[in-house]
Nanobody
């Protein structure tokens, strides 16, 4: 499966962005999907994940209550709505598909998108 992330940009603190991740392939609807982020010199960290049906969602503590992950299987797309953004949310955001076991561990994922930059100014 190929993943294409988009929607990043520059926003002021307190603002909102919506990231999208479009997937190719007919098996998208069977995949758990995740979002991760990375800043220079740091490990890629978990942000959010959603089960194949959308019935289960997972969030990192730092974004819970501000970010919402969702998916539209008819459009082969997963979204990350980011509200009340903070400067510490600045990172490259990656979408990923099909974790083997745990959806919060980056090494579990087989497929990755190219990343989209999110910059939050103070």
């Amino acid at each position: 499966v190929q993943l294409q992330a988009s929607g990043g940009g520059l926003v002021q603190a307190g603002g909102s962005l919506r990231l999208s991740c479009a997937a190719s392939g007919r098996t998208f609807s069977s995949y758990t999907m995740g979002w991760f982020r990375q800043t220079p010199g740091e490990e890629r960290e978990f942000v959010a994940a959603i089960s194949w049906s959308g019935g289960s969602t997972y969030y990192a503590g730092a974004v819970k209550g501000r970010f919402t992950i969702s998916r539209d299987n008819a459009k082969n797309t997963v979204y990350l709505q980011m509200n009340s953004l903070k400067p510490e949310d600045t990172a490259v955001y990656y979408c990923a598909a099909d974790p083997h076991v745990s959806p919060v561990v980056q090494y579990e994922y087989d497929y990755w998108g190219q990343g989209t930059q999110v910059t939050v100014s103070s």
